[in-house]
């Protein structure tokens, strides 16, 4: 089953319970935010609980994101932080649950075991990682379907390269966090925008995303359909790395500033993408 979601999705990592923020996130979801993004952490608990009080009962097609296992990720600990995340959430199932980081003191097959059997319980829906190497995803692939990677990357940020490519050719949504973070406005990103009546803001996830070898989904975010995939009429298919970013965006843009609709798909489940 494919799926197109919005582009965007809401990182809530600052995110406090107050009846501005309520409502805040009503709106957000009413304009057709799909996809909010959360973890055991942020706020200790109150991003959580916000976004319970503002969106339950979840309405149809919105996804909440959450992680647990930042401080250890122990099969017991990433138990309990999953039964409190639920809780404060006021979901009776995760829509998608990452592990937040592996934890060195313990394999990440246990950790992602752990996740396996609360997803076998009912109370995940689909498995994601976060802040993984290669190495690290393709053991936990081992043990459980991974849904979605969520690593730092953007422009200047790009240890994940790799991971970005194995996720594109392995059907895999991946999701970065701080995306926009340290951009260069008084360098080539600036001059780019200029000319397409942008903000560097706007133009730094499209300058990124045709970076993946395959070149197959013209995305920073989200997985190339394995039917097929999915682009802007405008935006060109190549085979050949892009010397930079900003030839990827060149390549990408043609004469136009394109807006690209994420594709995910996970066998007989969608996930989405930030």
């Known amino acids: 089953m494919l799926q197109t979601e919005p582009r965007v999705g809401l990182g809530t990592n600052r995110l406090t319970n107050t009846p501005e923020n309520v409502a805040f996130l009503r709106e957000a979801v009413g304009a057709g935010l799909r996809l909010i993004d959360t973890a055991y952490t942020y706020r200790g608990g109150d991003s959580e609980g916000t976004i319970g009080a503002a969106l339950s009962p979840l309405p149809d097609g919105v996804v909440v994101a959450t992680k647990g296992g930042w401080d250890g990720a122990k099969p017991e600990t990433l138990r309990a932080e999953l039964e409190e995340s639920l809780r404060r959430l006021r979901l009776e199932a995760i829509p998608l649950y990452y592990l937040h980081r592996p934890d060195p003191a313990t394999p990440i097959e246990e950790s992602v075991g752990a996740l396996a059997e609360l997803q076998a319980e009912g109370k995940i829906r689909d498995v994601g990682v976060s802040n993984v190497d290669l190495d690290g995803l393709e053991r936990a692939r081992e043990v459980v379907t991974v849904a979605a990677v969520q690593n730092h990357y953007s422009l200047v940020e790009r240890e994940s ?100 609709p994420w594709v995910a798909n996970r066998g007989s489940s969608s996930v989405p993408s930030l």
């Open 161 to 260: 390269d790799d991971v970005v490519d194995h996720c594109d050719r392995e059907g895999i949504a991946f999701v970065p966090y701080f995306p926009l973070r340290h951009l260069d406005d008084d360098g080539a990103l600036a001059e780019i925008a200029e000319r397409h009546g942008a903000t560097t803001s706007q133009v730094a996830p499209r300058a990124i995303g045709p970076h993946s070898r395959s070149a197959t989904s013209g995305t920073l975010i989200g997985s190339t359909p394995r039917t097929g995939p999915r682009r802007a009429p405008n935006e060109r298919r190549s085979s050949a790395v892009p010397a930079s970013p900003m030839d990827a965006w060149n390549r990408a843009v043609g004469g136009g500033l394109p807006t690209v």
